[in-house]
């Protein structure tokens, strides 16, 4: 009977023993693929950071070129900011120019129509008396 009992405990410690090797498969199966998952999840974090580097790098670069462009920029508006002023200045001095000879033109053409004036009262005098008055 001694044997009877020893060989039962022994069946019942095997049997917690392969129960706890069970277990420890499936913890292992567990670890396996949750390393797996890691080995997967370290080759994306590699790949994003690769890519955030390129992107990094490129916007480096675009920002070199943005900074070209900007100054161009500033170059070209300040250049058109003066030919504008010139243009106004020029305009400016155009106008008051041509305002200047209309001024000029208008007081020849009073001038022009006084001397007409004359011009048409010596001539009636001239075909109404046949002579140009002397002292008037």
């Known amino acids: 009977m001694a044997v009877d009992a020893d060989v039962r ?3 019942a410690e095997m049997s917690a023993v392969t129960t706890a090797v069970e277990r420890m498969t499936a913890k292992l199966d567990t670890l396996v693929t949750m390393q797996v998952e890691v080995g997967k999840m370290q080759t994306e974090l ?3 950071s690769e890519a955030l580097e390129r992107a990094f ?4 670069d675009n920002r070199g070129q943005v900074g070209k462009v900007d100054s161009e920029v500033h170059r070209s508006l300040a250049f058109i900011r003066g030919a504008l002023f010139v243009g106004a200045l020029l305009l400016s001095a155009g106008t008051w120019y041509a305002k200047d000879r209309l001024n000029d033109m ?4 009073t001038q022009l129509t006084a001397v007409d004036r004359r011009v048409l009262m ?15």
Request: proline residues 3%.
């Open 9 to 11: 405990v022994l069946k």
């Open 46 to 48: 590699r790949q994003h």
């Open 57 to 60: 790098k490129a916007i480096g």
């Open 122 to 136: 010596v001539e009636q005098y001239i075909s109404k008396h046949g002579a140009v008055p002397m002292g008037e």
């Open 106 to 109: 208008k007081i020849i053409s």
